[in-house]
């Protein structure tokens, strides 16, 4: 049984409540993790503001704040095999993803060491004589991050990363359904230097640590990963603080494939892009729209290649699809699954729950004749993927825009004018052609609709963390006039 501390103003905590885990591939408890309170959660905001108001961090020059960055990704990147094997054991994703994904988030710190010192003001030519003009970009203050169970190294580098970059101090909540990781990567920033009170991390339920944070008066900035209800939520508690809020949430994205592709090579990306990390991915490619001409063909070598998937233990380098995250979630997924099924969808392949421990769900693919189909509308967060078909481009980019999501969409076409047209068309965050899910720390994401609002990733990103003061300067060495003296 494994024992996991907060980290509060520059020290670890066991918290006065506790909370058991349970590693999803076996249904056992592994692990106690502390559930913070609201006076945890207050000392946490309070220890970050006087970060930020008093302390070597709001005396230090960004450039010394850069280099801190890097020597955090420095620590990330030789830490990765062990940060790896928590979130494997914590969340059940499964050990090739989690390994190759954690190890490429040194490149975000990285990245975003390099900014710290880039971050400009601006010199303005206003019309009034004798008067300089500039602006000064500084830090709003404390942020409240709030980040999922999936992928919480990656999603939490793209808040603390330019959060930090401008000079702010984060109070950063881990999703109570698997934070080990993020709690074990407290110990690198500890390691990395940082001072107290820079960086706090811990974990927690609704009111008690939610709630609380994202009210807190002292927050300045709210960034937020996760699902439109809670984001709802968040938007209530930010009337509290009036903090500049971010959402990056889920997405129901659709691929559009016509006639034209090459059907292995497109076959490999929808595979990577709803059956990789068992479908719980906000961009996962959950809505296959396809061209009529190459649908029988497509569907039958994705069934073939759905069934060919390796399941089991998620910490067996061998297994290509661990177990879900959660048995709720599951749940959920049956009761869709079942649902579509009574709509009159098709299951191609998959859709029965194996026996035995542990959260796990087949490949599943359901051909579906209407987008009214549950499966088609909801976002399941899992390994299903919905299929329709099309005739014609302008049907294609209607279905495509059929959703009360915006995230992510990828196109798969030889025809280049084509694929133009339709990144233009799609009402997304990102749009891929010819490839899926691909990300770098250079280039911003985020969504349209329900999938949120502002973007994260790039330097954009860290922009978002600022705010500009403007700064006006007499020059003239004339008294300032007599106000009530009219010349």
């Not at 049984?1 to 520059?10: A, T, V, W």
């Not at 302390?55 to 960004?62: F, I, K, P, V």
């Not at 694929?419 to 749009?431: E, S």
Request: with cysteine.
């Amino acid at each position: 049984m494994k024992h996991f501390s907060q980290y509060i103003d520059g020290a670890f905590d066991a918290g006065s409540a506790r909370f058991d885990s349970v590693n999803p591939a076996t249904g056992e408890v592994w692990a106690s993790m502390p559930a913070a309170s609201a006076g945890d959660v207050d000392r946490a905001v309070r220890a970050a503001h006087r970060a930020f108001v008093d302390s070597d961090w709001s005396r230090m020059t960004a450039s010394a704040r850069g280099r801190l960055l890097w020597k955090l990704a420095d620590l990330v990147e030789q830490q990765a095999p062990r940060l790896a094997e928590l979130e494997t054991a914590d969340t059940g994703k499964i050990i090739r993803e989690t390994r190759a994904q954690i190890g490429y988030v040194a490149a975000y710190y990285r990245y975003y060491a390099g900014i710290a010192d880039k971050l400009q003001g601006a010199h303005l030519p206003v019309d009034k004589p004798d008067l300089e003009v500039f602006l000064r970009r500084e830090p709003l203050g404390v942020v409240a991050a709030i980040v999922p169970w999936n992928s919480q190294l990656f999603l939490s580098a793209v808040k603390i990363g330019p959060a930090l970059a401008a000079g702010c101090c984060i109070v950063l909540k881990a999703s109570e359904e698997g934070p080990a990781p993020l709690l074990e990567f407290a110990r690198l920033v500890h390691e990395a230097g940082f001072p107290p009170g820079v960086v706090n991390i811990l974990t927690g339920f609704g009111a008690d640590c939610g709630q609380a944070l994202t009210a807190h008066p002292l927050v300045a900035r709210i960034a937020f990963t996760g699902g439109p209800e809670t984001a709802r939520h968040i938007v209530r508690n930010s009337a509290a603080n009036l903090a500049v809020t971010s959402l990056e949430l889920g997405g129901k994205s659709p691929v559009l494939v016509f006639d034209d592709v090459d059907v292995d090579s497109v076959c490999n990306a929808i595979v990577a892009g709803i059956f990789a990390a068992s479908g719980q991915s906000c961009v996962a490619g959950s809505r296959l729209l396809v061209q009529h001409g190459v649908r029988a063909r497509l569907l039958a070598r994705l069934a073939d290649r759905a069934r060919a998937i390796r399941i089991g233990d998620p910490a067996d380098p061998a297994t290509e699809m661990g177990p879900l995250a959660t048995r709720r979630q599951r749940e959920h997924i049956e009761t869709v699954v079942a649902a579509s099924l009574d709509a009159g969808a098709r299951l191609v392949t998959g859709g029965v729950t194996p026996a035995g421990a542990g959260n796990y769900y087949p490949p599943t693919i359901l051909d579906c004749a209407s987008a009214s189909t549950p499966c088609v509308a909801q976002e399941l967060f899992g390994p299903v993927l919905s299929v329709l078909g099309f005739a014609t481009e302008d049907e294609a980019l209607r279905l495509a825009n059929d959703s009360e999501f915006g995230l992510a969409a990828g196109v798969f076409t030889r025809d280049l004018a084509r694929g133009h047209r339709l990144v233009r068309g799609i009402r997304a965050g990102i749009v891929w052609v010819n490839t899926y899910r691909a990300v770098s720390p250079i280039v911003p994401f985020g969504g349209y609709g329900l999938s949120g609002l502002g973007r994260e990733g790039g330097f954009e990103a860290v922009l978002e963390y600022t705010r500009t003061k403007s700064v006006w300067i007499n020059t003239s060495d004339a008294p300032v006039p007599d106000p009530f003296v009219m010349r």
